[in-house]
């Protein structure tokens, strides 16, 4: 059996605020390389369905926190990022105050050609200041016995 | 009949699509291959209580529950699941016997087959190789895998050929597209999980390709 | 970027989403970790990522579904991604020639949100697919 803190699961934590703003967006949608006005142009934005300048999906990448619970899994040097289920809601505009919470939903062993793996599955919930879901984000860390980095 | 006998659906976690999901594109991809049916074996659990008769007599296709379950041998896929077998084993421990395993299946009515049998560490070749007793219960092996490399799977072909096995194909698929990658074509009809699996001992099948499904005009 | 509207009455299943390509460099690949204030060193430091067990530094996971989102929005003006999971079985990698790639295989008449699932990958050179998985995109409707 897997040797972590049982204590954490399900529990909420709330890791931090922050304010969105104008900069933060076009920098993010610049960085991949958006095109679309609605990311990237807040006069031409207007004339698009989301009425203005909007954050592409993935923006909630750029909310980070100090503190993630942590179940202190005891197996495994470091942890690798096995997958993710991204569920986006109200779409994030300049000026929105986005609320992440975080809870540890389930840990469990697999195996693979690297031998014996532990997965943590973090949710992560972004809310704006309006109380609306804005992304919900299940994330599967890999933990891998023999230290590889890949499969 | 035409069967891919390894797949996984959003009950597995890492499966992509819903078993609806996979019935839509499977009844799209019936107009230009043969395909009658699909196993849906998923990661360390059975799905007791799904129940896929309506989508099954919907699309007009067989739809099996199994489980691909993780042993201190390789990962086995697990036909003909019962309580008995889930009441002696966890399957979330992914040290389980693959030796009991197999011979718990027999006994109990179902069957047990190594899945992709050439990969490292989850497939049994390796483990044999280091000395492993599978026990006289192995009939059957993964012979064709639609997620294995050309070597792995030559080495499953080895494997089958070496223990004189039968051998069986499937995709599996973690999500929709690579759904019929590999296949098993059977013989002899198949309508209830009790058939899949007395076909299953009787040998009369082999593993085949999409392109070997192919509806020649 | 289209300039059309791809309506969900116009879609079938196996529809092939415009691919996207992605060349990640060093380059935009700090660019990215700089936008999201990233920390963690294994994006950024080659030897800290050889230490991790990796040849070098790799680009952060979420930048990849940045990249099939952006293929998804570029191939539908007026699509609105709602769902969207892969599994990471490899890295993505500096000077890496990838493909976005996207495939129609189901589609949802819901009234309000008429859906479409894509099963979406980003494939390398070799045609290993690093990142595989499946999208869920709300497609406006000529009604």
């Not at chain 1, 619970?69 to 300049?94: L, S, T, W």
């Not at chain 2, 080895?158 to 194909?169: N, P, T």
Request: some cysteine.
């Amino acid at each position: 059996m897997i040797e972590f803190d049982r204590s954490i699961l399900g529990k909420e934590f709330v890791l931090g605020t922050f304010q969105v703003t104008e900069e933060m967006m076009m920098a993010f949608a610049q960085a991949v390389g958006e095109t679309s006005p609605q990311y990237t142009d807040p006069e031409g934005a207007k004339k698009t369905a989301s009425g203005g300048l909007v954050a592409p999906p993935i923006f909630y990448d750029v909310f980070r926190a100090d503190q993630i619970p942590d179940p202190k899994v005891k197996f495994g040097k470091v942890g690798f990022n096995a997958g993710q289920r991204c569920e986006f809601h109200a779409p994030i505009r300049p000026g929105d105050t986005i609320t992440m919470k975080a809870r540890i939903t389930d840990v469990y062993e697999k195996t693979g050609r690297t031998g014996k793996m532990v997965f943590i599955v973090r949710e992560t919930t972004y809310e704006n200041q309006k109380g609306e879901k804005v992304a919900v984000v299940e994330q599967s860390q890999v933990r891998r016995e023999s230290g590889a980095a890949r499969e | 009949m035409i069967i891919d006998m390894h797949v996984h659906s959003d009950v597995s976690d890492d499966g992509m699509a819903s078993v609806e999901t996979y019935m839509k594109w499977m009844a799209k991809l019936r107009r230009n291959y043969r395909i009658d049916g699909i196993v849906f074996t998923e990661h360390r659990l059975f799905n007791s209580d799904a129940d896929y008769e309506a989508l099954a007599r919907e699309y007009g296709m067989l739809i099996f529950k199994g489980t691909e379950a993780d042993t201190d041998c390789g990962h086995v896929l697990c036909y003909g699941m019962n309580g008995k077998i889930l009441s002696h084993f966890d399957l979330k421990n992914v040290q389980l016997s693959g030796r009991d395993l197999i011979s718990a299946m027999e006994d109990a009515g179902g069957i047990g087959i190594p899945a992709h049998p050439g990969r490292r560490y989850i497939g049994l070749v390796e483990h044999l190789e280091k000395g492993y007793e599978i026990g006289h219960a192995l009939r059957a092996a993964e012979q064709l895998n639609g997620g294995s490399s050309k070597q792995e799977n030559a080495r499953a072909q080895q494997l089958v050929v070496e223990r004189q096995l039968f051998g069986i194909g499937g995709s599996d698929a973690h999500f929709v597209s690579a759904v019929g990658k590999f296949m098993t074509d059977f013989k002899r009809p198949i309508h209830t999980m009790q058939d899949l699996v007395e076909q299953l001992y009787s040998g009369d099948y082999r593993p085949i390709t999409l392109e070997d499904a192919r509806i020649q005009a | 970027m289209s300039e059309k509207a791809v309506y969900f009455e116009d879609v079938d299943i196996g529809d092939e989403i415009t691919p996207l390509p992605m060349h990640p460099t060093r380059e935009t690949i700090a660019a990215y970790v700089k936008a999201c204030r990233i920390t963690e060193k294994r994006f950024t430091d080659e030897a800290y990522a050889r230490s991790l067990g990796m040849d070098g530094i790799i680009a952060p996971g979420n930048m990849g579904l940045a990249y099939l989102s952006r293929m998804i929005n570029d191939w539908a003006q007026g699509a609105v991604l709602r769902k969207l999971e892969v599994r990471f079985r490899g890295f993505v990698k500096p000077d890496d020639h990838l493909i976005c790639k996207g495939l129609v295989v189901e589609k949802h008449a819901r009234g309000s949100e008429n859906s479409i699932e894509c099963d979406v990958f980003i494939e390398n050179e070799n045609g290993d697919r690093p990142v595989a998985g499946s999208a869920t995109v709300v497609l406006p409707t000529h009604g």
